[in-house]
């Protein structure tokens, strides 16, 4: 039988799907610690060990693997105006699968180099200034970053005129430094997909090497991509369909982990209500958002910080009473609730990190009074009437109330101005499939498409 191996080698675990692709079936999944340390080889082995060889062994046509293994594609991004250029770096990086760990805007300044060298990143993103605009803050930007050091990739995407310049500037410390188009080549005109693909050049090129996941190419192929790239561009298929085999239409992914929750959500996000303005840059249709305080294991402190009394009001309990839970976790991050009580804690904490999550990644509606009478302002995208969300990630697959965390995704109306889906239809990856869709997307995208459709199930 024709067998695809797709590996997802994680920052805790590396998971393995075998897919027969003429019955378009998952043959076995599994997982086992990620072993970046030592070997990446050893976690993988362990997982396939787990998963029934048959008697005639395995025919492995393709071996395709993505990877946030040793922290995943770290990012800085740097702009000119925060709210323009700096914001458009942001967004790049975002969708190419990055970390983002901070955004610069305007001229860096000897503290701002401080903190790109306390914090390492494995790729930074310079931009500033549309095509024909503003050529100084980039040249100045270049030099600045000669003080960095050591040596780290570089792409920039800044005002065409000067981009060369500056490439070469960098040079002089940097390798490999490359220039893609301005993110932003026209006031409020956002183009990333340039950017995009050059920081998955040097993440293929480079940044595997670095963190040691070339190791695996003793097996397989090669590492494709970042895995918050490859779940986005399931989610994409998911949404869009592919040929004749239609999709599921917009549509939001949710993916609670233990560090961070991701949102994807593929929609255009436009007002759902006339008469409504729309205010800041525009959305990108498929939009990542990362939220790296709200994690129910290593940031489950700074998810009970951010949720204030909300968390109390769900539970019922005393702060004492959720400082005590807080400290098991934090004891053993690795920790499954032992008891009615700690499940009940678990999924109020899910709860908890969908509803803050989704409020920084749903679009906002404010009220702004003018001469001419009251009128409402949109900044984001409106989810409102969006018909389906997707929950993945193994905080939701070993729940027993999945259903209950997702609903934090929920409009509020005590909270109207957040504009998060209404009265939407739930579904559940039940394999922790999205990421290997997304990889087998580059070589099947109809039967990826089938799968998904197949195994992410109606709650």
Not at 209 to 237: Q, W, Y
Not at 297 to 303: F, G, K
């Amino acid at each position: 039988m024709p067998e695809i191996l797709l590996i997802d080698f994680g920052s805790t675990y590396t998971k393995v799907t075998i897919v027969n692709l003429e019955k378009e079936e998952i043959i076995g999944t599994a997982a086992a610690g990620t072993t970046i340390e030592s070997n990446i080889m050893e976690g993988l082995n362990h997982a396939l060990a787990q998963i029934p060889e048959p008697p005639e062994g395995w025919n492995f046509i393709r071996k395709l693997a993505c990877s946030s293994a040793a922290g995943g594609l770290k990012m800085i991004a740097s702009g000119l105006v925060k709210e323009l250029t700096a914001e458009a770096a942001r967004r790049a990086a975002l969708g190419a699968g990055a970390r983002v760990l901070e955004v610069f805007s305007y001229e860096l300044t000897s503290e701002d180099i401080g903190k790109i060298a306390q914090a390492r990143p494995d790729i930074l993103l310079l931009a500033g200034g549309i095509d024909g605009g503003n050529k100084e803050i980039l040249l100045k930007n270049a030099e600045k970053l000669l003080e960095l050091p050591f040596s780290l990739p570089v792409v920039v995407a800044g005002n065409k005129a000067v981009s060369s310049q500056a490439a070469e500037i960098l040079r002089c410390k940097h390798d490999p430094v490359v220039v893609a188009g301005n993110v932003m080549p026209e006031l409020n005109v956002l183009e990333v997909e340039s950017a995009r693909d050059a920081i998955r050049g040097i993440f293929l090129d480079r940044i595997i090497h670095a963190k040691g996941l070339d190791k695996a190419e003793e097996l397989i192929e090669r590492v494709m991509m970042p895995t918050p790239a490859a779940v986005l561009s399931a989610a994409e298929l998911l949404s869009q369909g592919y040929g004749d085999e239609k999709g599921l239409g917009e549509l939001l992914i949710i993916d609670v982990g233990g560090a961070t929750t991701d949102i994807h959500s593929i929609a255009a996000g436009d007002p759902s209500k006339p008469g409504v303005m729309l205010k800041g840059l525009p959305e990108p249709f498929a939009k990542r958002t990362v939220e790296g305080d709200l994690g129910m294991r290593y940031s489950a402190e700074a998810l009970v910080a951010a949720s204030g009394k909300r968390l109390n009001q769900i539970l019922g309990w005393r702060d004492e009473e959720i400082q005590e839970q807080l400290e098991l976790f934090q004891a053993d991050p690795w920790r499954v609730p032992q008891n009615e009580r700690e499940a009940s804690f678990d999924t109020a904490l899910g709860r908890m990190a969908v509803e803050l999550s989704m409020k920084r990644h749903a679009g906002t509606l404010e009220v702004v009074y003018t001469p001419f009478g009251a009128t409402y302002v949109q900044q984001g995208k409106d989810l409102t009437p969006l018909p389906v969300v997707v929950g993945t990630g193994g905080v939701l697959l070993h729940h027993s109330e999945p259903l209950e965390v997702l609903r934090g995704a929920l409009f509020n109306s005590m909270e109207p101005t957040f504009l998060k889906p209404h009265n939407p239809d739930f579904y559940l990856d039940q394999d922790y499939i999205l990421a290997s869709m997304g990889l087998l997307r580059e070589v099947n995208p109809l039967v990826a498409l089938r799968m998904l459709k197949k195994y992410c199930v109606r709650l």
